[in-house]
């Protein structure tokens, strides 16, 4: 009798930053030792919920564990709701983005939501390299000239963000 498996969920974050007005959002390269083939893959950061952790509560996490910053605002987060009954308690979110591996290393579905952060980056940490904040001309110049240079998790993730936040809104 073969064992069911199932996907693990996880969060992530596309996290921002003004930099001289302009928005930008924080890159870091892969570097997993049980996922050799993946090291040097840009990426944002992302992780897996513990047992009955809320979901805002990894995001947080995951971000100060793999970049050093700290979390002020999550996209989402104040909408919000919790309902209780039955001994249940079941939160209720729209996150930005959702993901699924369906073939890979990973069996993971990410819940993307978008960040505001405070702090210094980490030079390093034991799951990324080469953090660096990159503008959204940047992003999607990458994206459109080198995707497979990306996780591919989160390339659909980041077009989509780069197509929402890259062109100035109407005046």
């Not at 969060?11 to 928005?23: D, P, Q, V, W």
């Not at 992302?46 to 605002?73: H, P």
């Not at 104040?78 to 591996?101: C, D, I, W």
Request: aromatic fraction near 8%; proline fraction near 5%; include cysteine.
């Amino acid at each position: 009798m073969t064992t069911e498996k199932f996907a693990v969920p996880g969060a992530g974050g596309i996290l921002e930053k003004e930099i001289g007005s302009i928005r930008h959002i924080l890159l870091q390269e892969r570097c997993k030792a049980e996922a050799p083939a993946e090291t040097g893959l840009l990426e944002i950061p992302a992780g897996k919920i513990r047992e009955f952790e809320n979901i805002f509560d990894c995001l947080r996490r995951e971000v100060r564990e793999e970049t050093g910053l700290e979390v002020l605002k999550i996209e989402g987060e104040k909408e919000a709701v919790v309902y209780e009954n039955a001994g249940y308690q079941v939160l209720h979110y729209t996150p930005f983005s959702s993901a699924q591996n369906l073939k890979g290393v990973y069996p993971i579905m990410v819940q993307i939501f978008i960040c505001r952060v405070a702090g210094e980056v980490a030079r390093k940490t034991n799951e990324t390299r080469n953090l660096r904040w990159v503008s959204i001309a940047e992003l999607s110049r990458d994206l459109a000239s080198f995707p497979e240079r990306f996780y591919p998790m989160h390339v659909e993730t980041l077009k989509k963000y780069a197509a929402l936040y890259g062109q100035p809104g109407p005046k």
